[in-house]
């Protein structure tokens, strides 16, 4: 009984622990986000950003993120306080456990699970709980628009990410996020499936609500949308949460059409490099589309981007899954074939 106890003790040790090395680096990079998107946008809009907080304005992330920790959390009275406090807590758990069958570098991966691509389509797909819930809870009309607004498009944009994963999937024959990685060994996605790569991109746009399809969260007519009634660490979580959620879509976009942890040529100086320095280098590169992106573009109205998710990237998708088979299958070049 003893020996029992010990070792159920030891593995959820073991558990917490690994936890922990998956959040600390999330924390760090979500302070790097921030503040690289705080410098993009000045840069592209001839600003200097945070610049006296520290040196080169490094510590105004950190303290915006103390200053909120002090900050006092207001509930409205007409809200539904435990579902208040839960969403944002469930948006924060769901984007980290997301995480868990990411792999940095050639065996180092929390849990190497077969279907780890599932996996992460499933949690993403909870996410959107978290919204419905705080929007709800309030018991506030603008929280409310938002949360119905965030629920349709990422339902939408889902739909076309499912394609987009199926055409990667029949390349591969795998569903194991290592073995996608290693199937670009000779030849990374984003090359034969360009077309796929684009429409995965601007889905994770909408997926993460990132500008120009930040409909849920717009200043303009919802205030603040879902997130009007939060303040203090709430709305750190949610804040948290969201650019999590974006790091995870660059690492996907990483993984699933730019070779993932594989230099771009496979000669002397380059393989050398340790494979998870060329995955952080990669995601880099990807956010910095992202903070691009919403510095230049203007926001979509609501019916535009329901009409790019249902008439456009939908069909295109569907035609990418039927010809990307095709071809796999009369040249013989399917997994297995």
Do not use: H
């Not at 040790?13 to 000045?42: E, S």
């Not at 994770?204 to 120009?212: I, K, S």
């Amino acid at each position: 009984m003893l020996s029992f106890l010990q070792t159920y003790i030891i593995d959820i040790l073991v558990i917490v622990l690994y936890c922990i090395l998956i959040f600390i680096p999330l924390l760090l990079g979500v302070v790097f986000a921030l503040y690289a998107d705080r410098k993009i946008w000045a840069a592209v809009q001839k600003r200097r950003g945070p610049n006296v907080v520290g040196p080169y304005g490094l510590f105004q992330v950190p303290a915006d993120g103390l200053k909120f920790i002090f900050k006092e959390i207001i509930i409205p009275d007409g809200s539904d306080k435990v579902v208040f406090l839960i969403a944002p807590i469930l948006t924060l758990a769901l984007s980290i456990a997301a995480w868990a069958v990411v792999p940095v570098q050639a065996g180092v991966v929390l849990s190497n699970i077969n279907v780890g691509i599932l996996y992460i389509f499933a949690i993403s797909s909870l996410g959107v709980y978290g919204i419905l819930m705080a929007g709800w809870a309030s018991n506030s009309k603008y929280p409310f628009f938002g949360a119905l607004r965030s629920a349709a498009q990422m339902v939408s944009y889902e739909v076309s990410i499912g394609f987009v994963l199926v055409t990667v999937l029949m390349c591969v024959g795998s569903l194991n996020l290592s073995e996608i990685v290693m199937a670009q060994k000779n030849l990374w996605f984003f090359i034969p499936l360009f077309p796929m790569f684009i429409i995965f991109f601007i889905s994770a746009l909408a997926e993460t609500n990132r500008p120009p399809f930040d409909l849920p969260e717009a200043e303009s007519e919802l205030v603040a949308g879902y997130q009007t009634e939060y303040s203090g660490m709430p709305f750190v979580l949610f804040m948290f949460g969201e650019y999590i959620n974006i790091l995870l879509m660059c690492a996907l976009t990483t993984i699933l059409f730019l070779g993932g942890w594989l230099p771009p040529f496979d000669i002397f100086p380059l393989n050398e490099i340790p494979g998870f320095i060329w995955f952080v280098i990669k995601i880099t590169f990807v956010f910095y589309i992202f903070a691009m992106v919403k510095a230049f573009v203007p926001r979509y109205r609501y019916d535009q981007l329901m009409r790019l998710g249902w008439k456009v990237f939908l069909p295109i998708s569907l035609l990418a899954v039927v010809l990307t088979s095709s071809i796999l299958f009369f040249f013989n070049l399917a997994p297995g074939m």
